[in-house]
């Protein structure tokens, strides 16, 4: 279960398209700060209603990068053909979905941490 979850951060996070997708949302994060702070309306708002719609902005982007992330881990093993062969290992179904859960997890932590670095 390890070398798979291992193969799936490899391939989902630490590959080329998991730093673009980082890379993006890091820009996106920043466009939405300078948006808050440069709109006359929004800089006249509370700041807890400001970080509370930044926050929801936030939540509802990595909501969706999450659900594509995970709906490519599983097409993309079904397109390069590696599907069949990981269901022939001695992995469960329930230890592959979880193994592939837990890597969507880690990457959901590193957008976190990509926020609050921002």
């Given at each position: 279960?390890?070398?798979l979850l291992?193969?799936?951060?490899?391939?989902?996070?630490?590959?080329?398209?998991?730093?673009?997708?980082?890379?993006?949302?890091?820009?996106?994060?920043?466009?939405?700060?300078?948006?808050?702070?440069?709109?006359?309306?929004?800089?006249?708002?509370?700041?807890?209603?400001?970080?509370?719609?930044?926050?929801?902005?936030?939540?509802?982007?990595?909501?969706?990068?999450l659900i594509?992330?995970?709906?490519?881990?599983?097409?993309?093993?079904?397109?390069?053909?590696?599907?069949?062969?990981?269901?022939?290992?001695?992995?469960?179904?329930?230890?592959i979905m979880?193994?592939?859960?837990?890597?969507?997890?880690?990457?959901?932590?590193?957008?976190?941490?990509?926020?609050?670095?921002?």
């Amino acid at each position: 279960m390890m070398a798979l979850l291992h193969k799936e951060l490899l391939e989902h996070l630490l590959s080329r398209k998991g730093l673009f997708i980082l890379f993006i949302i890091s820009v996106l994060y920043s466009l939405l700060a300078f948006s808050f702070i440069s709109v006359k309306e929004l800089s006249l708002l509370a700041q807890v209603e400001v970080n509370m719609t930044f926050l929801k902005l936030m939540l509802g982007v990595n909501s969706l990068v999450l659900i594509i992330l995970g709906s490519t881990m599983i097409s993309g093993e079904k397109e390069k053909g590696t599907l069949e062969s990981l269901l022939l290992t001695p992995l469960s179904t329930l230890q592959i979905m979880i193994s592939k859960l837990i890597a969507i997890i880690l990457f959901w932590m590193v957008l976190m941490i990509l926020h609050c670095l921002i």
